[in-house]
């Protein structure tokens, strides 16, 4: 195949125009999330004297309305138009980080904001996680999702490359406030980009539900042998394994006695290694196996261990690049496996449910390391976390072959989407 054919391939989704409006936005707003997330943890740790628990509280309040909301919202989705759901949902996200640096910048910022700003945060995404994870197919369709999805994690990854290495920077030369303030201006890319879309284009179902009810997406879950076992695992590597929010800056302050530029090479050398699993990932076309999703969630969870235990801070960096590769690409059979096994008119729920899993679960994962972490320090957190990961991947096969298949649920190799353009569906 020529170089020319390999591009065409690989970035295949980008012919779409709606795609590209919706991953150039979310490239921009993405970089300034991260961002953000650098200059959140590093205040955090400012204004606390390094404290493990005051950083896992913030990820925790971030991440429990996942835990609570994802659910009704994946129904949300599935009856209402994704597309104005992430609109709203960028907009108060854009609004409430302007609101934390002001604070920032006038000096009157308090370790109470900080907790408010991340639950207000997680409270939006909420809402966006599901409604954008399912958008994607309503932009391309189901032929071309898993080239659009593995895309998704490349401009995600190349946001985590750029933003925590810039944030660094940043952050010791400025401080925090204005790496906030870049942040709430970056939502405007992805409300722009949302804004040019044309809906008659998208590729929506017939008809949206009248209800959209949670249970019977959880019935949908339940009665797939083929879907279980790998949302179980996403439950658990989820929680267990993916703290890095927390892990890194204790790594970069405690372990290697490192400012905020080098905090952010670890950051952004996890994600490089994400970003090359991403591009590895755009070759894919139908759905993979079981065997891949719990193969790859081995390799992250040995890879994890490892990483824990690096010696020094330049092979810390090798072994986060290793491990942004195996997460990304375990993550990204996930998913694949998941939604492209699942029945479009659920499809909203099940990603609901994904979401609710991988990252509704992060508030117990992040006390867990947090606290593991005050007690045993963040070398050991990463080891126990990365064994936890690697046990739950061996496990995987053996339950799976026990599951009870439910009659008229048989595992789909590549299901037909039931669905049509938005041309003969109504506009939003």
């Known amino acids: 195949m020529t170089v020319r054919g390999v591009l065409g391939r690989t970035f295949a989704s980008l012919a779409v125009r709606n795609f590209?409006?919706?991953?150039?936005g979310q490239l921009v707003s993405a970089a300034g999330t991260w961002m953000?997330?650098?200059?959140q943890d590093w205040l955090v740790l400012s204004l606390t004297s390094d404290s493990p628990g005051a950083l896992g509280l913030v990820t925790a309040l971030q991440f429990s309305p996942l835990l609570l909301l994802t659910l009704y919202a994946g129904g949300l989705a599935d009856r209402y138009d994704k597309r104005r759901l992430l609109i709203a949902a960028n907009l108060v996200s854009s609004g409430s980080a302007a609101a934390l640096a002001v604070l920032v910048l006038a000096d009157r910022v308090q370790l109470w904001h900080v907790y408010a700003f991340a639950l207000v945060l997680g409270t939006v995404n909420a809402v966006?996680?599901?409604?954008?994870l399912s958008f994607v197919s309503e932009l391309v369709g189901a032929e071309l999702l898993p080239n659009a999805s593995a895309l998704s994690a490349a401009y995600f990854n190349i946001a985590r490359v750029v933003g925590p290495a810039a944030a660094g920077l940043l952050v010791a030369w400025w401080g925090t406030g204005p790496v906030?303030?870049?942040?709430a201006v970056s939502f405007g890319a992805t409300v722009a980009g949302l804004r040019l879309i044309r809906p008659a284009e998208l590729h929506r179902a017939a008809h949206r539900p009248a209800r959209a009810a949670v249970r019977d997406g959880v019935r949908h879950l339940l009665a797939r042998r083929d879907l279980l076992p790998p949302m179980a695992l996403v439950a658990v590597t989820g929680m267990i394994g993916f703290n890095f929010q927390l892990t890194l800056p204790l790594l970069a302050k405690t372990v290697f006695r490192t400012d905020a530029a080098a905090f952010g090479l670890l950051t952004t050398a996890l994600a490089a290694g994400s970003l090359v699993a991403a591009f590895v990932?755009?070759?894919?076309?139908?759905?993979?196996?079981?065997?891949?999703?719990?193969?790859t969630a081995l390799a992250f969870g040995l890879l994890q261990?490892?990483?824990?235990?690096?010696?020094a801070f330049g092979a810390a960096l090798l072994m986060l690049f290793c491990v942004g590769f195996a997460s990304v690409f375990f993550t990204q059979a996930a998913n694949h496996h998941i939604q492209l096994g699942s029945d479009p008119d659920f499809r909203g729920r099940?990603?609901?449910?994904y979401t609710?899993?991988?990252?509704?679960?992060?508030?117990a994962g992040a006390l867990l390391t947090g606290a593991v972490s005050a007690a045993y320090g963040v070398r050991w957190a990463m080891v126990a976390a990365g064994v936890v990961c690697a046990a739950a991947a061996l496990a995987v096969p053996a339950v799976s072959r026990r599951l009870p298949l439910t009659p008229g649920t048989a595992p789909v190799a590549n299901p037909a989407p039931r669905e049509e353009t938005g041309r003969s569906a109504a506009n939003s």
């Not at 953000?36 to 200059?39: C, D, F, L, P, T």
């Not at 990932?281 to 193969?295: D, E, I, Q, Y």
């Not at 261990?305 to 010696?311: C, F, I, R």
């Not at 899993?357 to 508030?363: A, E, L």
């Open 20 to 24: 590209r409006l919706f991953a150039g």
């Open 36 to 39: 953000m997330v650098i200059a």
């Open 128 to 132: 966006e996680v599901p409604a954008r």
């Open 180 to 183: 906030m303030l870049v942040n």
């Open 281 to 295: 990932t755009t070759a894919r076309r139908g759905r993979p196996g079981l065997r891949l999703v719990w193969g």
């Open 305 to 311: 261990a490892l990483a824990g235990l690096a010696p």
């Open 350 to 353: 099940i990603m609901a449910l």
């Open 356 to 363: 609710l899993v991988f990252q509704g679960t992060t508030p």
